[in-house]
């Protein structure tokens, strides 16, 4: 069974940084594309970054580029977002998701960026 | 950017009855694959988003045969054949043929 588990959201001050996880098991992690996806409060779905299967291409929303990092470790079957210069346009719910097709999800972890 | 745009923004339906839901794309979703790439997920309340429909008609694993998708080109649809109680949520559109990947705003369905 396909499972994604992320981690590592929170209360962050404006300008601050969080490293967000997402562990994965169920299937073999280092064939796949992964991907980052946020939904806002009361917001719709909006795509952040995705990454290739062995890392060593990334892609990523024009509103985040610069300040997001997304990489993998393959021998953890984890992976990773790393966002820095945090605004409080930021703060959504962020999901990792599998494959091109976005064909499964994690639960999601959250982000609060206020003062 | 692709834009997607869905309508209707809400939908009322009694259980047992059909709903349909349209996507509109701005750029064509055909690849030179051979392949369109439109997808559509629901989000429950309190829950991820599922795939619900990929490649505009293929049902995911595991997804009732309730559920079917149609289209080309630039204009979509999910229909629902007869709709029940636990398929209540926001629906989503979504393209990748082309970076970034864009969803559309979402149809809520709810239950009269």
């Known amino acids: 069974e396909v499972q994604l588990v992320e981690s590592g959201g929170g209360l962050v001050q404006p300008g601050g940084s969080l490293r967000l996880s997402c562990a994965a098991s169920g299937f073999i992690f280092s064939n796949y594309w992964m991907h980052w996806v946020r939904r806002a409060p009361g917001k719709g779905l909006v795509w952040v970054s995705r990454i290739n299967n062995d890392g060593t291409s990334t892609n990523y929303a024009d509103s985040v580029k610069g300040r997001f990092t997304i990489s993998r470790d393959n021998a953890r079957n984890t992976l990773y977002l790393q966002m820095n210069s945090l605004r409080a346009e930021d703060t959504a719910v962020y999901y990792c998701?599998?494959?091109?097709?976005?064909?499964?999800w994690g639960r999601g972890t959250t982000v609060t960026v206020s003062s | 950017d692709i834009v997607m745009t869905q309508t209707p923004l809400s939908l009322s339906v009694t259980p047992g009855q059909p709903a349909s839901m349209s996507c509109k794309s701005s750029?064509?979703?055909?690849?030179?694959?051979?392949?369109?790439?439109l997808y559509w997920y629901l989000q429950k309340p309190g829950q991820p988003p599922q795939l619900l429909i990929y490649e505009v008609s293929n049902r995911f694993s595991g997804v009732p045969d309730r559920f079917s998708g149609s289209g080309s080109g630039t204009d979509f649809t999910l229909k629902i054949s007869r709709v029940e109680a636990e398929d209540v949520g926001i629906y989503y559109c979504?393209?990748?043929?082309?970076?970034?990947?864009?969803f559309g705003g979402g149809t809520k369905v709810e239950i009269k």
């Open positions: 750029q064509r979703l055909l690849h030179s694959d051979g392949k369109t790439y």
């Open positions: 979504m393209q990748s043929i082309q970076l970034p990947l864009t």
């Open positions: 998701a599998l494959y091109s097709s976005l064909s499964y």
